[in-house]
Nanobody
Framework: VKLVESGGGLVQPGGSLRLSCVASGDTLDDYDIGWFRRAPGKQRLWVALIGADGMGHYAEAVKGRFTISRDNGKKSVSLHMQRMIAEDTAVYFC?????WGQGTQVTVSS
């Protein structure tokens, strides 16, 4: 299985961005999928997770601003980020079954 993230970029504070994680080589249906992020000089931290049942779970830092969703037919998971702040600047990774993507850079700056 390979995971590939996309959708990162530069966004102004208060703006929105949607990240995508697409899997190849296996289906997503039966697995929880998580998003993590690593800010400059900091450890990788959990951001959100979507269960196989479709339920989303969020870290306190992003609750109410980020929404995780999945499309099993497209083998993809999305992370919709809204009302973004400078502290959201990080490399974002998706993970499934201990497999990690290469990450996508998100920068929040004016």
């Amino acid at each position: 299985v390979k995971l590939v993230e996309s959708g990162g970029g530069l966004v102004q504070p208060g703006g929105s961005l949607r990240l995508s994680c697409v899997a190849s080589g296996d289906t997503l249906d039966d697995y929880d999928i998580g998003w993590f992020r690593r800010a400059p000089g900091k450890q990788r931290l959990w951001v959100a997770l979507i269960g196989a049942d479709g339920m989303g779970h969020y870290a306190e830092a992003v609750k109410g601003r980020f929404t995780i969703s999945r499309d099993n037919g497209k083998k993809s998971v999305s992370l919709h980020m809204q009302r973004m702040i400078a502290e959201d600047t990080a490399v974002y990774f998706c993970t499934m079954r201990a497999i990690w993507g290469q990450g996508t850079q998100v920068t929040v700056s004016s």
